[in-house]
């Protein structure tokens, strides 16, 4: 379970995060929608332990990311790219991850096939598309086989087949007990994947529930974010 306790951000004067709360839980993914500037890439880099809160707490499975013993194998990231080096092949990349964290070899080839990445292994990562530079993260994310996901734009790039594989992998996921934070721009696309919706705007969660809850009387999920993030909407759930 992924846990966000009252987070609060200031960079300088600026409050990024005002007492934010909600829970990813096992079993259900969970999209993480905003406007652009909202606080979602900091609320995630703090809970992956890539930036420190002001106060509050991101918790993976009760303890913050810093205290996990092998960070690998109970929670898999993809943010901002595959975060390889461009000159390095995508086998490579994964089988430096792999002896950095003690895992077998062989492991890579597993996730290069579950994503459908083995072809293009031996290429170097500065001749992948974005939609390669994607599914590279994605493998690099599964590789200690975690029993959380999060992903930000995991189909950005990605043709309609990638994207169908995408969502129903991340379903799997989640129907094996497992949990799955989602950030996505593409709400339609999210609205096919999703259990649960939190929705962030101005550092504040302006909605949290299931994926019913939250459209509501709305014809959609799109319309529901909207109506939420629109300048005219409120500022709390």
Known sequence: MLEINNLVKYRGTQEILSGISFKARPGRVTGFLGPNGA??????????GLDRATSGSALVNGMPFAELHNPLVTIGAALDGSGAHRRRTGRAHLRWMARAAGLSSSRVEEVLEIV????????????????????????????????????????NGLDPEGIRFIRTFLRERAESGNTVLLSSHLIGELAETVD????????????????????????????AFFARTSAHAGDAV
């Open 196 to 223: 649960d919706v939190v929705i962030i705007k101005h550092g504040k969660i302006v909605a949290d529930g299931t994926l019913e809850e939250v459209i509501g009387n709305h014809s959609n999920l799109e319309e």
């Open 116 to 155: 459908g990445l083995t072809k293009a292994a031996d290429k170097r990562v500065g001749n992948y598309s974005l939609g390669m530079g994607k599914r590279l993260g994605m493998a690099a994310a599964l590789l200690g086989d975690p029993q959380i996901l999060v992903l930000d734009e995991p189909v």
């Open 39 to 48: 606080g979602k890439s900091s609320t995630l880099r703090i809970l992956l």
